[in-house]
C-alpha cells in the first residue's frame, strides 16, 4: 500500500468550476486488513467502485481537477460522516439515535461489504478506527474543500460531480415502472444539493451519449452530497451512479472487452459537463 491519504491530478491550468471526485475507487489495501478480514480479497471488493478512476481520469484535460481516495471503502468510507461510528464494530462506541447506513453495518468504518457480508471476526479497537479517519478521512475531505474553495474564487460557483458505480440488480426494484432500464442514476437528494438548471445540464450530457439517465431512485446521494451541496451558495453536488455491467464483469471484477469503448464514450460526457462549469460566470462588475 502506497499510503497515500489521496491522489490529485489538476489540469494544467483550471478551467472550469466543476470538480470530478471518487471516494470508491481505490483498490489499495492494506496487506494487514487483507489479513485480519475474514473475506477473500475478490468479495473484499464487491462494494468497490472498481475502475471509475480510469473511467474519469480525462477531467483535467478539460481543465477540470479529479481527486481520489488513497483507501479502499472498506477499509474507510470516505462518503460517510467521520462521527458515524459502528457500536458494533468499534470498541467504546455508545448507541446515539438509529442511523439507517451504520445500522445497515455501513458506517464510516464499514462492517460489511456487498450483500451484507461480514468482513471481521471480532470487534476493532476505537483508536485502529480513529487512526484511519486521521490517515485518509481528514485529508480527502480537507483536500475537497480546498477545490472547491478554489472553485469558488476562481469561477464564483463550484459544481462538485461525485463519482460512483452501481451493481446492475441495483436497478431490478425500480425499472418495473420505467420505459427503459437507466445505466446512470443521479443523485442531489431531491433538489437539496444542487440546483435543477445544473442537474438537468448534467442528465443532457449522459442522454447526448445515448445513456438512460434516472434521478434520485435509488441512489438520491449520501454524505458528500449532504456536507458539500448547498445550491444557495452556488455551491452544487451530484452524486453519479454508473451501471457496472456496462464497462465490467462484475463477478470477476475485470474491465469487459470493451471498456475502452465504455471510456471514450464517457470522455465526450466528462468534456460536456467540465464546459458547464465555464457558463454563467459572474461578471467583473459583480
Avoid at 39 to 62: H, K, Q, Y
Wanted: hydrophobic share 45%; proline share 6%; net charge negative.
Amino acid at each position: 500500500m502506497t499510503n497515500a491519504a489521496y491522489h490529485l491530478f489538476q489540469p494544467g491550468q483550471r478551467q472550469s468550476a466543476v470538480v470530478f471526485a471518487s471516494p470508491h475507487s481505490s483498490s489499495d489495501y492494506p496487506d494487514a486488513f487483507l489479513r485480519r478480514s475474514v473475506l477473500d480479497r475478490n468479495a473484499i471488493r464487491s462494494s468497490e467502485d472498481a475502475f471509475v478512476d480510469r473511467l474519469f481520469d480525462a477531467a483535467p484535460e478539460f481543465g477540470a481537477p479529479l481527486l481520489l481516495a488513497g483507501a479502499p471503502r472498506a477499509y474507510v468510507d470516505l462518503n460517510r460522516g467521520a462521527d458515524e461510528l459502528d457500536p458494533a464494530l468499534i470498541e467504546d462506541v455508545q448507541r446515539n439515535g438509529h442511523n439507517p447506513r451504520i445500522a445497515s453495518g455501513l458506517g464510516v468504518i464499514p462492517r460489511v461489504v456487498a450483500n451484507g457480508r461480514a468482513i471481521y471476526r471480532g470487534k476493532l479497537a476505537r483508536a485502529e478506527a480513529e487512526r484511519r479517519i486521521e490517515a485518509y478521512w481528514k485529508p480527502y475531505h480537507g483536500a475537497l474543500q480546498s477545490l472547491l474553495d478554489d472553485s469558488h474564487m476562481q469561477f464564483g460557483r463550484a459544481i462538485l460531480i461525485d463519482c460512483h458505480s452501481m451493481p446492475h440488480e441495483a436497478m431490478d426494484g425500480v425499472t418495473r415502472s420505467l420505459a427503459r432500464r437507466p445505466q446512470v442514476v443521479l443523485g442531489d437528494r431531491f433538489g437539496a444539493a444542487a440546483s435543477a438548471d445544473v442537474v438537468d445540464r448534467i442528465e443532457a450530457a449522459f442522454a447526448a451519449a445515448g445513456l438512460v439517465v434516472a434521478r434520485n431512485t435509488p441512489f438520491a446521494g449520501a454524505y458528500v452530497a449532504q456536507t458539500y451541496g448547498r445550491p444557495s451558495r452556488r455551491q452544487h453536488a451530484i452524486q453519479v451512479e454508473i451501471d457496472r455491467s456496462l464497462y465490467m464483469d462484475e463477478t470477476t471484477i475485470r474491465p469487459r472487452a470493451d471498456f475502452e469503448a465504455f471510456r471514450a464514450l464517457l470522455r465526450g460526457v466528462i468534456a460536456d459537463i467540465a464546459a458547464i462549469g465555464l457558463e454563467d460566470m459572474p461578471l467583473a462588475a459583480e
